[in-house]
């Protein structure tokens, strides 16, 4: 007898259930801090799916306990941002033939996660579908919006010092950096980066410190990087040529 073969949002959601189930923890201490900071059910369910990444909403957290203006906050949350820049590319192969109209519903409910399982599910199912990927990016922003809102309802009842949001929030940027960091110029860059942040703050006597910190930073390890770049290629070429034009090349 052949096997009865599931639909595709049932597919979908076996696929995203380790998603679904990880984000509740992390959801729930999300919403209460964000009850904290005084957003209300509302205000925590569109920001959940508005800007659908763990990182940016403890860093909207962050911000806002520190009374970091509007503009500020969406430049650093844009700048954390960007990596789905690169990720969305990686996507790219696989929506080729898709309408923009379908590009723009799947790029919005985007994440880390669940772009690891789409890509996953692309490169080894070749029945796997734009209808399968978009129920999974549907499924874990679901489990995670829920998630907030429980913990927004809970943080009414509970207290959390909102102190803990400085240090949960250093110590997930610092996993991420060292999860990044595979050569020496990452480390010298965010070192870098990390000392201009705290000379601007101290100058600026405003977050804008931190922005203008990352980009600068950022500039200077692109420049570093194009010079190695640079040199390298010009010690791939030949030392020397003789007389007849032959090239020759020195151990």
């Known amino acids: 007898m052949p096997v009865k073969k599931r639909t595709p949002w049932l597919e979908a959601l076996y696929a995203a259930m380790p998603l679904c189930l990880s984000y509740i923890p992390v959801g729930l201490a999300c919403g209460m801090l964000l009850q904290k900071a005084g957003f209300n059910i509302l205000l925590t369910a569109l920001l959940s799916m ?3 990444s763990g990182g940016a909403q ?6 806002i306990s520190v009374h970091a203006s509007f503009v500020s906050t969406i430049l650093m949350v844009f700048f954390l941002e960007l990596r789905y820049a690169l990720l969305g590319s990686s996507l790219s192969q696989f929506f080729k033939n898709e309408k923009r109209s379908f590009i723009a519903l799947f790029s919005q409910s985007m994440n880390d996660e669940n772009y690891a399982v789409n890509y996953l599910k ?4 070749p029945e796997w579908n734009r209808k399968k990927a978009l129920y999974v990016n549907w499924f874990s922003m679901l489990s995670w919006t829920g998630s907030t809102i429980v913990g927004t309802l809970f943080g009414s009842v509970i207290h959390v010092d909102t102190e803990l949001v400085h240090f949960a929030l250093t110590a997930m940027f610092i996993f991420m950096f ?3 960091l ?5 480390l010298i860059t965010g070192l870098f980066s990390g000392g201009l942040a705290i000379v601007f703050m101290l100058l600026f006597k405003n977050t804008f410190g931190l922005i203008l ?3 600068l930073a950022s500039f200077a390890g692109y420049l570093v990087e194009r010079s190695r770049k640079t040199v390298d290629t010009d010690n791939d070429g030949p030392d020397h040529y003789d007389l007849t034009g032959g090239e020759v090349h020195h151990e």
């Open 50 to 52: 508005l800007v659908f």
């Open 58 to 63: 403890f860093l909207v957290v962050s911000m």
């Open 122 to 125: 692309y490169s080894t199912d």
């Open 178 to 180: 060292m999860m990044q």
């Open 182 to 186: 595979n050569n020496g110029l990452l």
């Open 213 to 215: 910190a990352t980009l």
